[in-house]
């Protein structure tokens, strides 16, 4: 990929790019040039791309949040407009940077993009990937599908949405603001002695994987990922071996959720825990609902109170981590 123009859109409504956005490094006469698009949140999105793919770019540098990796990842899923798919290189411009934490390049981002651009300059980028599928949400009805790599269901998007309004510290100290949410909610786990309130409560659910017929089940929290670990080094699943897509769900009430805290999110394999209150599958497909709202890479979204969602894993799609 030497001499390839790098596209690199940086979404200034971004945690980091606030205060400022890290200028291109300069590119020599032989080297990958990089084009830059700052945009505002979402806005000139797609225009932004329809100029890398003009351009002939062969990777697209993404300077924000999970949610403007999200939004990439729609439009690239969506459209036709790459005669073959980009690269991706993920810079952490956002909050928490969950994708790129897994599958980002590494350090400050003046210094990942001119590493970035290195290695472009030597054709070293295809030795320097990882690869990982993509979550593909299907809606009922006219809505278009979305595209991600974190999905968030029952308590825990309540908990995304509780953290994002009432824990305070949000655009300090993402990884601190983490912890004080945890901390908040584990209180009000203790405080009501395992009791339901309006964030952990259960709901009925209709879930059904691979294929299998829904079955009901009273749900807490359910989430889907395509990433290795999330925020502070979780890795809540344990399916073993099957398709690309991870999902995990705990019923309600979960049996001693406190106790088996650590071992639901930090486990190996095998992490006997009992199948009535932790499932966790590795999976092609899985239809859920109906009417559940989600959070997708910590973008909030409503459903229709009939409509059902279908998650499936789609890819791979590379990313470059030089």
């Known amino acids: 990929m030497t001499g390839l123009p790098i596209g690199l859109v940086s979404n200034t409504l971004s945690l980091s790019n606030r205060a400022g956005i890290p200028d291109p490094p300069p590119s020599g006469p032989s080297s990958a040039a990089i084009i830059h698009r700052p945009i505002e949140g979402l806005s000139g999105l797609a225009e932004a791309l329809d100029d890398f793919a003009d351009a002939g770019a062969g990777v697209i540098a993404i300077n924000g949040g999970d949610g403007t990796v999200s939004a990439v990842l729609t439009e690239l899923m969506s459209g036709t407009r790459f005669r073959s798919p980009p690269l991706l290189a993920l810079l952490r411009g956002g909050t928490l940077n969950m994708c790129a934490d897994d599958v980002g390049l590494a350090g400050p981002r003046d210094r990942a993009l001119a590493r970035l651009l290195r290695c472009a300059e030597a054709g070293r980028l295809t030795e320097r990937l990882a690869d990982r ?53 584990i209180v009000r786990h203790l405080a009501n002695g395992g009791a339901s309130d309006r964030i952990l409560r259960g709901e009925c659910v209709g879930l059904g994987v691979d294929g299998a017929e829904a079955e009901e089940m009273t749900l807490l929290l359910a ?23 991870r999902f995990t769900a705990l019923g309600h009430p979960p049996d001693r959720l406190i106790r088996r805290a650590f071992r639901v999110l930090y486990g190996g394999p095998a992490r006997r825990l009992p199948v009535e209150s932790y499932r966790s599958y590795n999976a092609e497909r899985v239809r859920i609902g109906p009417g559940l709202p989600f959070a997708l890479d910590g973008e909030l979204y409503e459903t229709a109170p009939e409509s059902w969602l279908e998650l499936s894993a789609v890819g791979p799609v590379s990313f470059v981590r030089c």
């Open 133 to 185: 599928h993509v979550i593909r949400v299907r809606r009922e009805g006219d809505l278009p599908p979305v595209y991600g790599m974190f999905l968030a269901f029952g308590s825990l998007y309540r908990a995304i949405r509780y953290s994002y309004d009432e824990v305070p510290g949000r655009h300090s100290h993402p990884r601190l603001h983490t912890l004080r949410t945890l901390g908040a909610l």
């Open 223 to 245: 989430l889907a990922t395509t990433l290795d670990r999330l925020v502070l080094g979780f890795r809540p699943y344990w399916g073993g071996d099957g398709g690309g897509l």
